[in-house]
């Protein structure tokens, strides 16, 4: 069983949907649970994380952790064309695990 | 402020031959560690360096080495290349921090043919 899996998709929105993408992971030591955003050709880049578990809120992005059934949700409200990307969910303890990715596409 | 640079930014090589990638950190990173991010696939643990020296390592073989330098810029070397070894190579930095955030490069895209 790997430590993270996360559906690769690939997801396709159309603007202004509400947007879910969700990881399950094995380990129950993570502390962490970091999300990910991962332009065409560039490197990740941080989009928020919380600690144990929760709800956080930046914007129009929401960062769920449910300990219990280990599992990661970030939902994305107002989906606008700028936020296709692949997300990356990253549990970590020490360091990060990343999951495969989810591949989104928000259509004008 | 810079961030984390990588070069080369694509290369192509065959199988047996050996690369090295290179990694400058960003300004204030002690902390260096490298990824191996195959198509489709999420970044792989390789290794992490800590003020030069390996402090944790992936599921990788030992033809994957590397190196860190007193400026905390970094060296990711592969030997007797292998198709498999064909994907992105990212290099992501931080403060050594608990919470430190990872910062990632562009990457290195590595074809072996």
């Known amino acids: 069983q790997k430590e993270v899996e996360q559906d690769p998709g690939p997801l396709s929105v159309p603007e202004g949907a509400i947007v879910s993408l969700n990881c399950t992971y094995s380990?129950?030591?993570?502390?962490?649970f970091m999300w990910y955003r991962q332009y065409s050709r560039k490197g990740p880049e941080l989009l928020m994380y919380?600690?144990?578990?929760g709800n956080k809120e930046d914007g129009r992005f929401t960062a769920q952790v449910d300990k219990s059934s280990k599992y990661i949700s970030l939902f994305i409200r107002d989906s606008q064309p700028s936020d296709s990307a692949t997300y990356l969910c990253a549990p970590r303890r020490g360091r990060e695990r990343f999951g495969a990715g989810t591949r989104l596409t928000v259509k004008p | 402020e810079t961030g984390v640079t990588q070069s080369p930014t694509h290369l192509i090589k065959t199988r047996g031959q050996q690369v090295t990638l290179r990694c400058s950190s960003q300004s204030g990173h002690n902390t260096v560690s490298w990824y191996q991010q195959a198509l489709g696939q999420g970044p792989q643990f390789i290794f992490q360096?800590?003020?030069?020296?390996?402090?944790g390592r992936g599921n990788f073989p030992p033809r994957f080495s590397g190196l860190q330098f007193p400026n905390y810029s970094s060296e990711l070397n592969v030997n007797a290349l292998e198709l498999d070894d064909s994907a992105l190579y990212l290099c992501?930095?931080?403060?050594?921090?608990?919470?430190?955030?990872?910062?990632f490069g562009e990457g290195s895209r590595l074809t072996v043919l």
């Open positions: 992501a930095s931080r403060s050594g921090t608990v919470t430190g955030e990872l910062f």
């Open positions: 919380t600690y144990s578990s």
């Open positions: 380990n129950s030591a993570f502390q962490y």
């Open positions: 360096y800590y003020r030069e020296e390996e402090n």
